[in-house]
């Protein structure tokens, strides 16, 4: 009975550790990051190159996009959380297996707060457009994307600008480029006012969306 009692102990002990979280508090830039961290073993030169990264980036997101973002982020190392990360109501989940496996991908966390930025809720836009937005802001604002071999992709016959994601993204630098360089600056503006349509389009460049894709994919080049 008392080895069961020990066992038992121990066995309470081990959960309690394993679900233990640390917590901090950061201010600055005006600013506060809450850092809740589920894993002991994060390195924390880590998580002071993603706090580092976070105060690069969203205030200078928050300066052009939306200067009305949220003042207070949560971020969350999680490891419990199956995906790589996601955020919800200001706070950003980050699995602790995808940092462990790719350290150098501290700018998953400018995809993250750029949708914070975004603050699209219930709006009538299209989901691969916010995502492309996002990935857009990881590249032209991340800090550490070339360290993480991150990119934006070739174009390939079998894509589409509803891909999502990069896909979206080099269309979307392409678009700036060759067209009107404040684009994504107007489309998150309108996204977040929920007065995007299909016609937004042809508002900032002169072309349907249709008609840029094809001229993209004649002449994709950046």
């Known amino acids: 009975m008392k080895t069961?009692?020990?066992?038992?102990?121990?066995?309470?002990?081990?959960?309690?550790?394993?679900?233990?979280?640390?917590?901090?508090?950061?201010?600055?830039?005006?600013?506060?990051?809450?850092?809740?961290?589920?894993?002991?073993?994060?390195?924390?030169?880590?998580?002071a190159r993603m706090v580092n990264t976070f105060y690069i980036v969203y205030p200078e997101l928050a300066k052009v996009y939306n200067k009305k973002t949220l003042k207070a982020v949560t971020m969350v190392i999680d490891t419990t959380y199956k995906g790589v990360a996601e955020t919800d109501n200001g706070k950003v989940t980050i699995s602790n297996i995808w940092m462990h496996k790719h350290p150098e991908d501290i700018?998953?966390?400018?995809?993250?707060?750029?949708?914070?930025?975004?603050?699209?809720?219930?709006?009538?836009?299209?989901?691969?457009?916010?995502?492309?937005?996002?990935?857009?802001?990881?590249?032209?604002?991340?800090?550490?994307?070339k360290a993480a071999n991150w990119k934006l992709p070739d174009y390939k016959p079998t894509q589409n600008y509803t891909d999502a994601y990069r896909v979206t993204a080099r269309f979307l630098v392409w678009i700036e480029k060759n067209y009107n360089p404040n684009t994504v600056k107007s489309l998150d503006d309108q996204m977040r006012k929920h007065i995007y349509t299909d016609a937004s389009w042809q508002q900032l460049t002169g072309k349907s969306l249709d008609d840029l894709w094809k001229t993209y994919i004649a002449s994709p080049i950046l």
């Open 4 to 47: 069961a009692s020990i066992i038992l102990m121990l066995f309470l002990c081990f959960v309690i550790n394993a679900n233990a979280q640390k917590t901090t508090v950061y201010n600055n830039h005006g600013y506060k990051l809450i850092f809740i961290n589920y894993d002991a073993t994060l390195d924390s030169a880590e998580q």
């Open 107 to 145: 700018d998953v966390i400018t995809h993250e707060v750029m949708h914070i930025v975004q603050d699209y809720g219930n709006n009538n836009g299209p989901g691969w457009l916010t995502e492309g937005i996002a990935d857009y802001a990881r590249y032209k604002f991340g800090i550490n994307n």
